[in-house]
């Protein structure tokens, strides 16, 4: 899912330029929106992609990226209304650079030729980065709410989709972009405090880039080497369920990761540091309020909720009987399957339980059980 604003730009352009009859520009048309859309979902990506293809799935599936970690939020109307005032206010003339510079309010000749310093919209912006408003004006491309005018020289433009936000008829929510980790002057593996199992897959990982002659990450990224140390994967069919690790890349390399992590059974799962935004989901539990209302609250759907607390509870910030209210009994079989199937997704626990516990249950409990290692 790493894309940037000029990769919506050429996409957009190769479309417009792609010598077919409408109809097929329209079908294209809603492919890319469908791709681009999927790309900034906040929701299961698995819902999402099924129900593209006339498909359902009642609840979120727990094993895609949005699942596993659910991306932080935030109430982007104002700043979208900014954005947009902005476009609207310049002509619908100028690119997403100069329409940032205008937003910051920086004094340069262009903008001062133009007169737009003396726009209501100079200098508006100053409580986002340049990078930060590039991204939300990349996510409004992507979203329908702006266009490009190829023909007007990468000009950007309003489309209808806009105006109910302009209007404040329409509220906005969008992730926030990533921030690359910094590496910190210890190494990878302090800074991920993987320890000696992550070091062990690294090695392993670079024997075999090495020997093929092509980067590490071609044969995992870090992402997926993350997941193998937490989750520690008994089996190849467990291996197999672990983000990046695809049927080809199971049959060539999954033996030797496997020998790698059944070569340190001992060494606890690393946590995962807590995020902001699941610590204000844990505070506003801690006073008083339901998963529910403490979604409500925030704008979020209440998965995204359960996922936060269920992050708290991994970093030891919450207790499992602070965010669900389980009889002895049925904790203990939910353990109990957990331990059955130890490094499979949550749907093989969520049938193995005849779907009589929701997934954002067994969400905690997992966390619960990975806290106490």
Not at 53 to 79: I, K, Y
Not at 326 to 342: C, K, N, S, V, W
Request: hydrophobic share 40%.
């Amino acid at each position: 899912m790493a894309y940037g604003l000029q990769d919506v730009i050429t996409l957009r352009q190769m479309q417009q330029d792609y010598g077919a009859a409408d109809q097929q520009k329209r079908i294209e048309q809603q492919k890319l929106d469908a791709m681009l859309g999927l790309c900034e979902i906040i929701s299961c990506r698995r819902q999402a992609l099924l129900h593209y293809f006339g498909d359902s799935l009642d609840e979120p599936c727990g094993n895609c990226d949005n699942c596993l970690t659910p991306p932080d939020t935030w109430e982007a109307t104002v700043a979208a209304q900014k954005a947009l005032s902005c476009v609207y206010r310049t002509e619908q003339r100028f690119g997403v650079t100069y329409l940032v510079d205008v937003l910051l309010g920086k004094r340069n000749e262009r903008i001062s030729r133009f007169g737009h310093d003396s726009l209501s919209t100079f200098g508006i912006g100053t409580e986002l980065t340049a990078s930060e408003w590039k991204a939300l004006f990349r996510q409004l491309i992507a979203s329908g709410f702006l266009s490009v005018d190829m023909e007007g020289h990468g000009g950007i433009k309003l489309t209808a989709n806009a105006k109910p936000i302009l209007r404040g008829e329409q509220s906005l929510t969008l992730r926030k972009p990533s921030k690359p980790a910094r590496r910190s002057s210890k190494g990878a593996s302090a800074a991920k405090g993987h320890g000696v199992l992550w070091e062990a897959l690294r090695q392993h990982r670079k024997g075999l880039a090495d020997a093929q002659g092509v980067p590490a990450y071609v044969i995992f990224n870090d992402a997926t080497l993350a997941e193998l140390v937490e989750q520690k994967p008994q089996t190849l069919q467990a291996l197999g369920t672990i983000s990046g690790i695809g049927a080809r890349k199971l049959e060539d390399y999954g033996e030797g990761f496997l020998a790698v992590v059944l070569a340190h059974p001992d060494e606890p799962a690393a946590s995962a540091p807590v995020g902001s935004s699941a610590l204000e989901s844990a505070a506003l539990l801690r006073q008083g309020l339901t998963p529910e209302q403490v979604a409500e609250q925030r704008g979020l759907v209440a998965n995204t909720v359960y996922r936060h607390l269920s992050d708290a509870i991994q970093g030891s910030e919450l207790a499992l009987e602070e965010v669900v209210n389980l009889d002895p009994a049925t904790l203990a079989q939910i353990r109990a399957a957990f331990e059955q199937f130890p490094g499979q997704g949550l749907k093989v626990v969520f049938e193995a339980l005849e779907g009589r516990i929701d997934y954002p249950v067994l969400h905690c409990v997992r966390a619960s059980m990975a806290a106490k290692g």
